[in-house]
């Protein structure tokens, strides 16, 4: 999304001696745009899926460093289907941590996920599956935790999301020693 592209420039302009290079893309939302962006990205060293993210639990239940606004690294991506269970065919994908965030599994859904019964600190998002079965060993998802889910009211997205900055999750990036492994 735009605001999330914003977010990361605005927290990138933050840096005073960057370690690092960025490019930011924006890959659209969902499963299919997220694979044309991959197919299609330019050449990198290391591609950081970033944006923002809702999860399980509320606020009060979950540990601090799990609070609106935080950053978290996915390690393990599961296809979650439109009856409430996983696909066959799309088994768990695990990967090791890169960065110091607490690290937390995702399920990428057809639709939005509404139900209840998903464990406590899940984050939900429609791209981290894709974007797991096509990186590179060396890329890896960090997201923003703007929502909790279910919703106990309607909410405005957008108007949610406006204090949140995505400077920690910068500076997450750019403590890390950047080790590009190749095929």
């Known amino acids: 999304m735009d605001i999330e592209r914003e977010k990361i420039l605005a927290a990138i302009a933050t840096l005073e001696n960057p370690r690092h290079t960025y490019k930011v893309i924006v890959s659209g939302i969902g499963r299919e ?4 962006a991959m197919l299609n990205i ?6 950081i899926l970033m944006g923002f993210a809702a999860i399980v639990g509320t606020e009060e239940e979950l540990p ?3 609070g609106f606004g935080m950053p978290i690294e996915i390690t393990n991506a599961s296809l979650y289907g439109y009856e409430g269970g996983l696909f066959e065919n799309g088994k768990p ?42 990186k590179n060993p060396q890329d890896f998802i960090v997201r923003i935790i703007s929502d909790f889910l279910p919703h106990t009211k309607e909410i405005d997205f957008f108007e949610e999301v406006k204090p949140i900055r995505f400077i920690q999750a910068i500076e997450a990036v750019e403590a890390m020693d950047v080790a590009v492994e190749t095929n």
């Not at 745009?33 to 044309?36: F, P, Q, Y």
């Not at 941590?97 to 429609?126: A, E, H, I, W, Y």
């Open 93 to 134: 994908i695990e990967v090791g941590n890169k960065l110091q965030l607490p690290c937390l599994s995702s399920l990428t859904s057809d639709k939005f996920v509404r139900t209840t019964d998903l464990n406590t600190g899940t984050v939900v998002n429609m791209e981290d599956y894709t974007f797991m079965y096509l």
């Open 33 to 36: 745009s997220t694979a044309k």
């Open 64 to 66: 601090k460093e799990l």
């Open 42 to 47: 330019p050449q990198h060293d290391l591609c």
